[in-house]
């Protein structure tokens, strides 16, 4: 191998990695030494409760429901090809004071994708939530939890604050139950925490959002009872 060669397969490695390297931040332990804001952690009279993959006219209505029990509001973060296929929804949800935010538009792992397919794909997702809510959204959240640098230059491009998780239920499993994503989710201490849920299940096991739905109930009287309020990430204070 030549000197140019070597220098150059040097360089693209250099690149490679510098790409990647964000996607450190979705392992759960390193994250708070890589990244400690990049969680979520806000007020800790305060827990921050967030849906993904939605919304669903199949599943997303009976969370509202649930939710409107209590007066709890959340913040879901939205994909695009979902909310193209029932823009009334989207509607429904910031209709019922709910925040949306982007997911991104199609649920796809952002380390095999481009830099220009990225941010397509962010922006297509923020533009329509925005012309159908009428709200801009304020927050990302990638596929899987997994940022690159294309990611962060495209949230940065539409103005998106990148915000993954503390606490999650681990609710998109076929072996989920309530239990199991209540006893999860509620592992750590609450105060402080941004939560993640699915009311969807368009990229988990079947059904799977039961066992959320079926867990929120109580992870609300569990919060209540620590004298923790729950709300969306705009109450959150995350600046």
């Not at 919304?55 to 913040?75: C, H, I, M, Q, V």
């Not at 959240?141 to 999650?168: E, I, K, M």
Request: overall charge positive.
């Amino acid at each position: 191998m030549t000197t140019t060669t070597r220098t150059l397969a040097l360089t693209a490695g250099a690149l490679a990695v510098g790409h990647s390297l964000p996607a450190l931040t979705s392992l759960g332990p390193l994250r708070p030494l890589l990244a400690p804001k990049l969680s979520g952690p806000g007020n800790p009279r305060h827990v921050a409760l967030t849906f993904d993959d939605g919304p669903d006219r199949a599943s997303t209505p009976l969370f509202l429901k649930e939710l409107e029990k209590t007066g709890t509001k959340a913040t879901f973060f939205l994909l695009g090809q979902m909310l193209s296929k029932d823009p009334g929804l989207g509607r429904e949800l910031v209709d019922a004071g709910h925040e949306v935010a982007v997911h991104g538009w199609a649920h796809r792992p952002l380390l095999i994708r481009g830099p220009r397919a990225t941010l397509n794909d962010v922006t297509r997702a923020k533009e329509l939530i925005g012309a159908v809510t009428g709200r801009q959204p304020r927050w990302y959240r990638p596929p899987y939890g997994v940022l690159n640098a294309s990611a962060l230059y495209a949230a940065r491009r539409n103005d998106l604050r990148p915000v993954l998780w503390t606490h999650w239920g681990q609710d998109w499993t076929a072996k989920a139950t309530p239990d199991s994503v209540l006893r999860t989710i509620t592992r750590g201490s609450l105060a402080g925490a941004t939560l993640l849920l699915h009311d969807s299940d368009c990229t988990s096991a079947p059904q799977a959002w039961r066992s959320t739905l079926g867990a929120l109930p109580r992870l609300l009287e569990r919060c209540a009872e620590q004298g923790l309020t729950v709300g969306p990430l705009r109450d959150h204070g995350l600046g």
